[in-house]
């Protein structure tokens, strides 16, 4: 870690919105008068009803409530569109750059994505959709993706987008899980000049043993590939929104609605619907867009990631159109037909922001500079990074042969669960340090404390926790409100638990140091150690799994297996091809294991519990026995040798 600093640059501290002195008044205000200061920055929301409350949360298990702005009603489509016709309504909403560079992008101004919305919002209707009704939401990255999501919230319907990587499973999982009525999906999807067979996916899916709440799919023609039509069940999207009409009057919600939602990993068990509200969620992406990017009319806004994630809904669609920005959104894949793919779209269409995943930047700076080189980035003021911790040296090279020493690094910690940026810098506001993602957002009460929850003051590394509820926090876990409780408010009871762990320095900067639990993190995708091992388990040769992760020089972090197979089979090359194709299959190809060890056995304490301290280590390489620490209150320490054995075999 690096403790360079990086002041503001002099273009920015006399132009930026917000500088240091602002940004630490309204940091403070935001906790000492939040009622006030959060009922002010409601007003940046069209509301039907103003709100004349803010926050009525507690964390506490006897009256735990997380609840904003309940009084307030509004359409969260309204404030990301209808509210920007009379004075941008021909300023371009959406900028979209097609997988193959030789097509023609595409444009929808504020007053056609209007009107596209409205439309495909009737053609829901058409479909039986109603208030409250869970709508999923398998596409590419199209504009129609942000047509559907933005037709659900106009209509009231809950959206629930699945990431077009998973597998069929994994959808249906996730369709069953919600209760889903609709699907919402395309033809093919196309990335890197290959194919993703989503309708046959969603096919799939829909044949699977218990998956029959879905009475209609909306086919969207995106490559015109051939696929099978349901008759009664499956509808051609451009034939249905060439009959709806363009008027569709939005239906007013209730800002604690839930506005969407998503399905992401935990420590245990299945994936979790983390539900986001209707006001409070959009207060908080369209302020941190605004507060993290200082966002000016005109400029061309490109966030990097797949609506099919939480970067994706808060910063290509809700928060940047909330804004009135222009957002781009991209189709294909960073390093696709070259390396120099991402700068080449920065040049064609001017770009101004740049928001993307260190996996990415590594991925780019291993290929050479020369790929950057060739380009201009005249256009780029301000980089973005998120997903996970940015290592110094990604840092220093997008700031360097990327932003030519000219754009600071705005890097976001946040998760899926918070529904925007929690911790980071403001480009006027912020000196940077490589790797840090600086300070908390307003309203933040960011904490650090140790194992037994005893709060950390000043320097020092721990536990990062939230002590008090922001708007854009999520509201609980679909039909699970247990689950949320137990899942972040009860290892350290009164505060929020992120999962991560963080050090603060002598200057107060906060630095992420990674998840603390069983979840690991590849490539800025959130994987749960427990779902890969159950994926592994169903295959007819293995006994038990454990899953950890490893280092991994471009992923951040790899998927490390240990199998245990069941007697009888043959470890070996073939097996091991096969279990990864199985964990494909099984969740989809963002789960490949990187590494599958083959274990006579686990350890395991006494009791039973497998000691994935020693896994973890083993998995890095640390095989000494100073680097293994105490095997003794295992069942059989035994199993350890075994294991650095066959590791070293490998290694
Ligand atoms: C986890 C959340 C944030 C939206 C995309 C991922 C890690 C995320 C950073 C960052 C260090 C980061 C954390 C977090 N993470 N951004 N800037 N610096 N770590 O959302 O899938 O919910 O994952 O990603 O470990 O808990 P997610």
């Known amino acids: 870690m690096s403790d360079d600093l990086f002041p503001v640059p002099a273009d920015w501290a006399a132009s930026a919105r917000i500088d240091k002195a602002a940004r630490a008044a309204d940091y403070q205000r935001s906790l000492e008068d939040a009622d006030a200061y959060w009922l002010e920055q409601a007003r940046r929301l069209d509301w039907n009803t103003p ?91 199209i504009p129609e993706a942000a047509v559907a999501l933005l037709a659900c919230a106009r209509i009231g319907a809950i959206h629930s987008v699945v990431f077009g990587g998973f597998s069929p499973e994994a959808l249906a999982g996730r369709i069953i899980d919600c209760d889903s009525t609709i699907v919402v999906t395309a033809d093919e999807g196309r990335r890197g000049g290959r194919r993703v067979p989503l309708k046959a996916n969603v096919d799939t899916a829909l044949a699977l043993d218990h998956c029959s709440s879905v009475h209609h799919v909306l086919v969207v023609r995106a490559t015109g590939g051939t696929v099978p039509m349901q008759n009664g069940r499956d509808i051609w999207y451009d034939e249905a929104m060439a009959q709806a009409s363009a008027d569709c009057p939005a239906e007013i919600m209730n800002a604690e609605d839930p506005l969407f939602l998503l399905y992401t990993s935990g420590s245990t ?47 290509i669609v809700y928060g940047p159109l909330a804004n009135g920005a222009t957002t781009l959104m991209y189709e294909g894949l960073p390093n696709w037909p070259t390396h120099s793919r991402i700068w080449e779209i920065v040049d064609r269409h001017q770009v101004h922001t740049l928001f993307t995943a260190p996996t990415v930047l590594r991925a780019l700076m291993k290929e050479g500079d020369a790929f950057v080189h060739v380009t201009s980035r005249a256009s780029l003021r301000l980089l973005g990074s998120v997903g996970e911790p940015i290592n110094p040296e990604a840092w220093r090279w997008y700031h360097h042969v990327v932003g030519e020493d000219r754009c600071p690094i ?9 529904g925007g940026a929690m911790i980071a810098p403001m480009p006027g506001a912020t000196d940077l340090k490589p790797g840090s993602a600086t300070f908390p957002m307003p309203g933040v009460e960011a904490m ?95 006994a038990e799994a454990a899953v950890v992760g490893m280092p991994h020089e471009i992923k951040g972090q790899g998927i490390y297996a240990y199998v245990t197979l069941n007697a009888g089979e043959v470890p070996g090359e073939e097996l091991r091809r096969a279990l990864i194709q199985w964990v494909r299959a099984e969740i989809g190809p963002i789960a490949t294991p990187d590494v599958i060890q083959f274990a006579p056995g686990l350890p395991k304490t006494r009791s039973g519990k497998i000691m994935r301290r020693i896994l973890r280590k083993i998995a890095e390489g640390e ?29």
């Open 448 to 542: 650090i404390v140790d194992g037994e929850g005893r709060p950390i003051e000043g320097e020092g590394e721990g536990n990062l926790v939230i002590a008090r509820s922001w708007p854009g926090q999520m509201r609980t876990v679909w039909n699970d409100h247990d689950r949320f409780f137990q899942t972040y408010f009860t290892t350290f009871p009164g505060k929020y638990t992120t999962g991560d762990g963080a050090r603060r320095d002598a200057d107060g900067y906060y630095w992420i140091t990674g998840r603390v639990d069983d979840v690991i993190n590849v490539s800025g995708h959130r994987m749960g150690t427990a779902e890969v091992e159950s994926a592994l388990v169903l295959h007819s040769a293995v």
């Open 410 to 418: 705005i890097d976001t910690w946040w998760q899926t669960e918070t």
């Open 623 to 651: 095989v000494s026995p100073q680097a293994l620490g105490d095997t003794s209150t295992l069942a059989d320490p035994s199993v350890v040798d075994d294991l650095v054995r066959s590791r070293l075999a490998f290694a």
């Open 269 to 315: 068990g299945k994936p979790k619907g983390v539900v986001h509200s209707t006001g409070g969620y959009l207060l908080w992406a369209s302020l941190t867009h605004q507060l993290c990017f200082d966002y000016r009319p005109g400029d061309v806004w490109w966030c990097a990631a797949d609506v099919g994630w939480v970067t994706g809904h808060s910063y």
């Open 51 to 141: 709100p004349t409350r803010a926050s009525e949360s507690s964390f506490d298990e006897a009256d735990f409530t997380i609840r904003w702005f309940a009084d307030g009603t509004l359409n969260a489509s309204v404030n990301c569109l209808d509210r920007h016709l009379a004075e941008r309504g021909d300023a371009v909403a959406i900028l979209w750059e097609p997988d193959d560079p030789d097509e023609t992008p595409r444009q929808l101004t504020y007053r056609q994505l209007h009107a596209e919305v409205c439309r495909f919002a009737n053609v829901l209707k058409g479909a039986g959709a109603r208030r409250g009704d869970r709508i999923t939401i398998y596409l590419p990255m």
